[in-house]
């Protein structure tokens, strides 16, 4: 016991014989005098030469304002703070003395406590500059992200409405590699993607299920893969296929030329080879002069077929075809007024079988204008298109038909009105319908209110009569569609709201009010719930008849730890009314997921779900509910 | 008949002295029980005669009548072979046989049914006798020990135990001496069994069912299909509305000890079916229907428009129906799509066939001729990080007509977001999925959407299923700078630096006025390639186009090279402030108060320290203004002057350090409105010497 006690008091003694330096240096108390519109600072110093220097701060800083201290006669050293403009009430400080090329603090840090009974405002603090970026780090010769899901239904005899097999397997592998150099780019991307269970009619096992691959140097670029092609109305209006795509863009000239797969029977599966008998091509030659005079012709031809996954259509589905178009654009008055007009002129047919095919000609033109001037803006364009015009690239063409469009517009900061205005006849050429004239006008306008608020609002009246000169029309009535809406929208964050109102009357014919409620809720990390509500009534005023269509639905998560652990729960209820029938169905899912990426520094990501699906409907009296238990594991990386 | 024989006999005796036999009428010999029989021979006269029927009857004497002569008539009361004797005495010599012979034949024609043919012990049998003689004078004895006299033809017993009974029924008034019509009744033990009409039924077509010798007659009836009916009739009726072979099963209510009666029947697929002469008709023009293999007699009729012109014998059950038959012709007097419903035997059938005609002309009904839903990436497939907002999926159309289209989305076999939305004639109408919330990506994994519309319905479109897959991580783009809530010179061009995220082929970014651009990823909205990959730098032009003295909102996002989004940042604010706030540096000077010289925004200095003498001015009063220091990133003073006047100059001073290689100090003036809004900048460059 004693040679312990000895022990410490020996440790005790060489620790201040150690730091005894240290002390000694920090061991002057500074004085402070308080005196009107200044604090005084003072020092004795029992050695050394100085100077001696104050370091304070006030409250929200993070550096420290430096004053010399002065000699007094009296051997101490003092400095003067004025308080006139110090923020806040307490002044944190320190006393250094320079010696050789830096600074020794010679006192402990103080603080000057309440030196100002007056409030300061609270201010918005700005952080520091901008963080600078990473610098370009080593990238491997291609990059390779896959993903892996599988699932396994637990309870083999539980079906859910929608049927799903025990085993489910879906995956993804993305390969992909970019280079930027001066005004080179090369990219290629493609993904792989299994998808189980699928529809072995239509879908491989294995699909390509997008691809990429990139040249870029200077003006010229070429593209093979999922091209989208975009020229104009009359041609093709967003054209997405597989294929190939060269375009040249010049200061004053533009050159694009295409090939796609028209065979959209797997749509992007499969590799997406192009079939001979289906594909169209396309080529496109502009010149630009000064940016005033702007001219592009182009010529468009191929094969079409609507089987598709993704179009749903009672046209015929084989479609076959080539055009011409040209297409110009005069800037005036800087920029401000633009007239543009195109031509176009189409030999087009489809039939139910491709033997039956059999093409027909016919043109289209168009001629508008755009002006613009500081918050005004006005736009109108004539169009005719044939009845038999067509283009092979753009299904939702609209054709014979004939009118005017316009539209006057004002813009005053996060304010904007517009008043539209059409008249066009419809049906020109055709057999069985009779002409029908158009005439719509109506009001638009979105005001954003703050930065979180947007309300909008829209009145219509269109009036659709039968043009009786075509001897086809054997009821003299017209109808007329009032519709009338209006939405509001809230977004702060995480957090959203869009709530919209709506009714729409054709007058003798029906009556239509619908209202929808979109909420985005995020409480910090933890919860987010995502309902929508919605409300439909439809009356048939010829004969009172009503039915009604409400549903709820929710998407929520709740995080039990964060990045590890969450609860996912949707449910929905719909309920449909009508004077024929009544049903209702539910459904109710909640999922319990496990992610361990962090467990593994992200990198390799898995995830383990337990989920589970309850369904529930009623048809009149008949009634049906199932139940679904899935364990589903996936992995990414 | 008595005046037929005796013209009958009136023949024969001119014919008989050319011989002498028995002639009989009939003829034949033959007779029914009960049936007069006559008789006549000749050579009888002066003899004394006797006639022996062979049933033990007979009748002596001479008949002076008929001189030479003899006719008689009889009823046999039994069935059997009889043998007539004629016996002849003379007083001298014969002239005729002594004995004379004919066989006659007696038939059995009376008859005795009894209903059920094959009766169970206890149930009740109904007998009936036919062609008895006295038919309401019988007596019956059932075998069993039971009789009855003075009963007529129809009567009923049952049989209170199995077995063999004979059945005797005594004719001519009950009469027991005489032989009885009989007949054996098998009285069996009850078999349970099921039977049903028609024998080959379709779907939907009503069969009738009856549960034959059940104990008691309230039944429990399981038809197979999960149709039960429970303590009702032996007799029901029940229609299938599936085709195939089902096991009907019967079993007495309340019955739990014994195995219920079971019966398979075969239900034929339904043939019937609506045709109409053409799918399209104008308005007033005349429309055929036929309702093809209907089981009629009549159909009750809808043709969605309300009519009853037809027939107005409304159904009470179905508003607009009426009964017609099986062939009708209508004619709509407005313009648009209608649904015709019929249902078989005037509604009793429970399916309803349906048909659609479209009647050209003005309705608010629009007809889609063509439809496409896709994802984001234009495509049926996409992949997206956990969590992500960059999937949509959109729904575009081409349609005839201006109406109502509306449907709802199903995310993952949930009805989940309704749209409800006018398309006009001529226009191609895109309806996206909704920005709040968006689709759901809380879950890792493959997800599925598709679209069901209601409206318009008899369309009919099968939309195909889109798929979006989740990976099981999130994929967020961390911002680097400038910090959330910058507050930017405008002529000073800011620098946006952020770090890589996973997957990212190429990064742009985004500026916006306003929120909803950036978390609805419009269409308009102008995204800047960012070639350095993470650190952006405005041109000019776009510098400019970002608005000033208020706050703007920016994003950065990954997308391969396709352009699909693979990874997005969070939404910044900053704001780029022209300034108002004058700050001018009227002195530089070291820490013992020497003067530097100093150039436009630049000094050089030996010292560790500079002071700062500078003037603020502000160009309206202010409550407060606050000017802040940075030096090398820090901030190294905050001055709070109050109760600024307009134009008043007032003076600061303020130390930074001067460190080897230079350093950048620049001078911050806030008005401390809420929230703050920077009001004045200047800057001034260090440099080491």
């Given at each position: 016991m004693a040679n312990k006690l000895a022990f410490i008091a020996g440790t005790w003694l060489l620790a201040v014989c150690v730091s005894g330096q240290s002390l000694q240096r920090l061991n002057i108390l500074p004085r402070v005098e308080r005196a009107a519109g200044q604090v005084v600072i003072r020092i004795t110093p029992s050695r050394g030469q100085g100077p001696y220097f104050v370091h304070y701060r006030t409250e929200g800083m993070s550096g420290f304002q430096v004053r010399k201290m002065e000699a007094e006669p009296s051997g101490t050293q003092a400095c003067r703070i004025p308080t006139a403009n110090l923020y806040g009430r307490d002044i944190e400080y320190y006393v250094a003395e320079k010696r050789g090329g830096g600074m020794a603090d010679v006192t402990l840090r103080h603080t000057i406590a309440g030196f100002t009974e007056k409030n300061s405002p609270e201010i918005y603090f700005q952080e520091g500059a901008a963080a600078a970026a990473p610098g370009r780090r080593w990238e491997p010769p291609v990059n390779v992200n896959a993903s892996l899901s599988t699932s396994h239904k637990l309870d083999p005899n539980s079906e859910s409405e929608t049927g799903q097999q025990r085993y489910s397997a879906n995956g993804n592998l993305r390969i992909y590699r970019n280079i930027v150099k001066d005004d080179t780019q090369f990219d290629f991307d493609a993904n792989f993607a299994h998808v189980d269970p699928r529809n072995s009619e239509i879908e491989k096992a294995i699909n390509l299920s997008s691809m990429m691959v990139r040249y870029k140097k200077g003006a010229i670029q070429f593209e093979a893969g999922d091209v989208a092609i975009n020229e104009t109305e009359f041609t093709t209006s967003y054209l997405n296929r597989r294929g190939?795509?060269?375009?040249?863009?010049?200061?004053?000239?533009?050159?694009?030329?295409?090939?796609?797969?028209?065979?959209?029977?797997?749509?992007?599966?499969?590799?997406?080879?192009?079939?001979?008998d289906a594909g169209i091509f396309g080529a496109a030659a502009g010149v630009n002069l000064k940016n005033t005079l702007k001219l592009?012709?182009?010529?468009?031809?191929?094969?079409?077929?609507?089987?598709?996954?993704?179009?749903?259509?009672?046209?015929?589905?084989?479609?076959?075809?080539?055009?011409?178009?040209?297409?110009?654009?005069?800037?005036?008055?800087?920029?401000?007024?633009?007239?543009?007009?195109?031509?176009?002129?189409?030999?087009?047919?489809?039939?139910?079988?491709?033997?039956?095919?059999?093409?027909?000609?016919?043109?289209?033109?168009?001629?508008?204008?755009?002006?613009?001037?500081?918050?005004?803006?006005?736009?109108?364009?004539?169009?005719?298109?044939?009845?038999?015009?067509?283009?092979?690239?753009?299904?939702?063409?609209?054709?014979?038909?004939?009118?005017?469009?316009?539209?006057?517009?004002?813009?005053?900061?996060?304010?904007?009105?517009?008043?539209?205005?059409?008249?066009?006849?419809?049906?020109?050429?055709?057999?069985?319908?009779?002409?029908?004239?158009?005439?719509?006008?109506?009001?638009?306008?979105?005001?954003?209110?703050?930065?979180?608020?947007?309300?909008?609002?829209?009145?219509?009246?269109?009036?659709?009569?039968?043009?009786?000169?075509?001897?086809?029309?054997?009821?003299?009535?017209?109808?007329?569609?009032?519709?009338?809406?209006?939405?509001?929208?809230?977004?702060?964050?995480?957090?959203?709201?869009?709530?919209?109102?709506?009714?729409?009357?054709?007058?003798?014919?029906?009556?239509?009010?619908?209202?929808?409620?979109?909420?985005?809720?995020?409480?910090?990390?933890?919860?987010?719930?995502?309902?929508?509500?919605?409300?439909?009534?439809?009356?048939?005023?010829?004969?009172?008849?009503?039915?009604?269509?409400?549903?709820?639905?929710?998407?929520?998560?709740?995080?039990?730890?964060?990045?590890?652990?969450?609860?996912?729960?949707?449910?929905?209820?719909?309920?449909?009314?009508?004077?024929?029938?009544?049903?209702?169905?539910?459904?109710?899912?909640?999922?319990?997921?496990?992610?361990?990426?962090?467990?593994?520094?992200?990198?390799?990501?898995?995830?383990?779900?337990?989920?589970?699906?309850?369904?529930?409907?009623?048809?009149?009296?008949?009634?049906?509910?199932?139940?679904?238990?899935?364990?589903?594991?996936?992995?990414?990386? | 008949m008595k005046k037929t024989l005796v013209l009958f006999f009136l023949l024969a005796a001119v014919v008989a002295p050319l011989r002498s036999a028995i002639v009989t009428s009939p003829s034949s010999g033959v007779v029914n029980v009960g049936q007069s029989l006559g008789m006549y021979v000749t050579c009888g006269m002066g003899s004394s005669c006797t006639l022996y029927w062979g049933d033990g009857s007979s009748v002596s004497g001479i008949d002076s009548q008929f001189t030479g002569s003899f006719t008689h008539f009889h009823i046999y009361r039994n069935p059997g072979a009889y043998q007539m004797r004629f016996h002849r005495s003379y007083g001298g010599t014969p002239t005729c046989p002594l004995d004379e012979y004919r066989t006659i034949t007696v038939l059995e024609n009376r008859t005795l049914t009894l209903d059920p043919a094959l009766p169970a012990v206890g149930q009740t049998v109904t007998f009936s006798a036919g062609n008895f003689i006295t038919p309401t004078d019988l007596a019956w004895d059932f075998g069993d020990g039971t009789r009855l006299s003075d009963q007529g033809s129809v009567v009923t017993h049952a049989y209170a135990r199995a077995g063999a009974y004979t059945l005797r029924v005594y004719d001519w008034?009950?009469?027991?001496?005489?032989?009885?019509?009989?007949?054996?009744?098998?009285?069996v033990i009850p078999v349970r069994q099921i039977v049903y009409t028609p024998e080959l039924p379709r779907v939907d077509q009503e069969v009738l069912f009856q549960a034959a010798n059940f104990r008691i007659a309230a039944i429990d009836w399981n038809f197979g299909d999960g149709t039960l009916l429970a303590n009702v009739s032996p007799a029901v009726a029940h229609r299938f509305q599936n085709p195939g072979t089902f096991t009907v099963s019967a079993i007495e209510h309340g019955y739990t000890n014994i195995a219920p009666a079971t019966r398979a029947i075969t239900i034929l697929p339904d043939n019937r079916s609506l045709s109409l002469s053409s799918p399209e008709v104008r308005v007033n023009e005349e429309l055929t229907v036929t309702a093809v293999n209907f089981r009629g007699p009549l159909v009750q009729w809808d043709f969605g428009d309300g009519s009853t012109a037809t027939a107005p014998v409304p159904v009470a059950a179905r508003p607009g129906a009426f009964?017609?038959?099986?062939?009708?012709?209508?004619?709509?007097?407005?313009?648009?799509?209608?649904?015709?419903?019929?249902?078989?035997?005037?509604?009793?059938?429970?399916?309803?066939?349906?048909?659609?005609?479209?009647?050209?002309?003005?309705?608010?009904?629009?007809?889609?001729?063509?439809?496409?839903?896709?994802?984001?990436?234009?495509?049926?497939?996409?992949?997206?990080?956990?969590?992500?907002?960059?999937?949509?999926?959109?729904?575009?159309?081409k349609m005839r007509g201006t109406g109502i289209v509306s449907g709802y989305w199903i995310v993952d076999g949930q009805p989940s977001y309704f749209f409800n939305e006018t398309a006009y004639q001529g226009q191609v109408k895109t309806i996206p999925t909704p920005e709040v919330p968006?689709?759901?990506?809380?879950?890792?994994?493959?997800?599925?959407?598709?679209?069901?519309?209601?409206?318009?319905?008899?369309?009919?479109?099968?939309?195909?299923?889109?798929?979006?897959?989740?990976?099981?991580?999130?994929?967020?783009?961390?911002?680097?700078?400038?910090?959330?809530?910058?507050?930017?010179?405008?002529?000073?061009?800011?620098?946006?630096?952020?770090?890589?995220?996973?997957?990212?082929?190429?990064?742009?970014?985004?500026?916006?006025?306003?929120?909803?651009?950036?978390?609805?990823?419009?269409?308009?909205?102008?995204?800047?390639?960012?070639?350095d990959q993470t650190r952006y730098a405005p041109d000019a032009e776009t510098w400019r186009a970002i608005g000033r003295d208020r706050w703007t909102y920016w994003q950065v996002r990954a997308v391969d090279s396709a352009g699909a989004v693979v990874a997005e940042s969070g939404i910044r604010e900053m704001k780029v402030i022209v300034p108002g706030a004058r700050i001018s540096i009227r002195r530089i000077s070291d820490m013992d108060g020497r003067d530097i010289a100093a150039g436009p925004g630049e000094v050089a200095s030996r010292a560790d320290w500079l002071l700062v003498h500078g003037t603020l001015t502000y160009p309206a009063a202010a409550e407060y203004l606050v000017l802040r220091v940075y030096a090398g990133g820090e901030l190294v003073d905050q001055l709070l002057f109050r109760d600024v006047r307009q134009g008043e100059e007032r003076a600061f001073e303020t130390s930074v350090a001067n460190p080897a290689g230079g350093s950048r100090v620049a001078f911050e003036v806030l008005k401390s409105s809420s929230p703050s809004v920077l009001v004045g900048y200047e800057e001034l460059r260090l440099r080491r010497e």
């Open positions: 190939l795509r060269v375009e040249i863009t010049g200061d004053n000239f533009s050159l694009n030329t295409f090939y796609t797969n028209s065979q959209q029977k797997t749509g992007f599966d499969g590799f997406g080879v192009p079939d001979t592009r012709g182009m010529f468009l031809s191929g094969k079409d077929n609507l089987d598709s996954k993704t179009v749903s259509s009672s046209e015929n589905p084989y479609r076959q075809g080539n055009m011409f178009s040209v297409w110009g654009e005069l800037n005036l008055l800087a920029n401000s007024l633009q007239l543009n007009g195109e031509f176009s002129a189409s030999r087009f047919g489809s039939a139910a079988d491709p033997a039956l095919l059999d093409q027909a000609s016919d043109t289209a033109w168009k001629a508008g204008l755009k002006y613009n001037r500081g918050i005004l803006s006005l736009a109108a364009d004539y169009e005719s298109i044939g009845d038999r015009f067509n283009s092979i690239a753009n299904l939702f063409l609209q054709n014979d038909r004939e009118g005017l469009s316009s539209s006057l517009g004002l813009t005053v900061k996060s304010f904007s009105w517009m008043v539209t205005y059409l008249d066009k006849k419809n049906y020109m050429n055709n057999p069985l319908q009779d002409m029908l004239h158009q005439k719509r006008i109506g009001t638009t306008l979105n005001w954003g209110l703050g930065t979180h608020f947007r309300v909008g609002a829209d009145v219509s009246r269109d009036n659709l009569d039968y043009d009786s000169t075509t001897g086809l029309q054997t009821s003299t009535s017209d109808m007329n569609t009032y519709n009338y809406s209006a939405t509001l929208g809230y977004v702060a964050g995480s957090t959203g709201v869009n709530l919209s109102l709506g009714k729409t009357e054709s007058v003798n014919f029906t009556s239509n009010l619908n209202a929808s409620l979109g909420v985005n809720l995020r409480f910090g990390s933890f919860l987010t719930l995502s309902p929508t509500l919605s409300y439909q009534q439809n009356e048939t005023l010829s004969d009172g008849g009503k039915s009604t269509i409400y549903n709820a639905y929710l998407n929520s998560e709740i995080t039990l730890i964060p990045q590890y652990l969450t609860i996912t729960i949707s449910s929905s209820y719909m309920n449909n009314d009508s004077p024929y029938s009544t049903s209702s169905n539910w459904t109710a899912g909640c999922n319990l997921n496990f992610f361990a990426a962090k467990l593994l520094k992200d990198k390799v990501r898995p995830s383990l779900s337990l989920k589970s699906m309850f369904q529930g409907g009623k048809y009149g009296d008949v009634k049906s509910h199932s139940s679904l238990f899935n364990l589903q594991a996936d992995i990414a990386f | 008034n009950g009469n027991l001496k005489t032989t009885p019509v009989s007949t054996t009744v098998n009285v009964p017609g038959p099986l062939i009708m012709t209508h004619s709509y007097a407005r313009a648009g799509n209608y649904k015709i419903t019929a249902r078989d035997e005037n509604g009793a059938s429970a399916k309803t066939f349906a048909a659609a005609v479209r009647v050209l002309g003005i309705s608010d009904s629009v007809a889609l001729e063509i439809a496409e839903i896709t994802l984001d990436n234009g495509k049926y497939y996409q992949v997206v990080p956990r969590n992500s907002k960059a999937v949509r999926a959109q729904l575009k159309m968006g689709l759901p990506t809380f879950d890792p994994g493959m997800h599925t959407i598709t679209l069901q519309l209601t409206r318009p319905a008899l369309d009919m479109a099968v939309f195909p299923t889109l798929r979006y897959f989740v990976l099981p991580y999130e994929n967020i783009i961390a911002l680097l700078g400038p910090n959330d809530g910058a507050v930017l010179k405008e002529d000073e061009a800011a620098s946006f630096s952020w770090e890589r995220a996973l997957g990212g082929s190429r990064y742009q970014i985004a500026f916006s006025g306003s929120l909803f651009p950036l978390l609805r990823a419009d269409a308009d909205l102008a995204w800047h390639e960012c070639p």
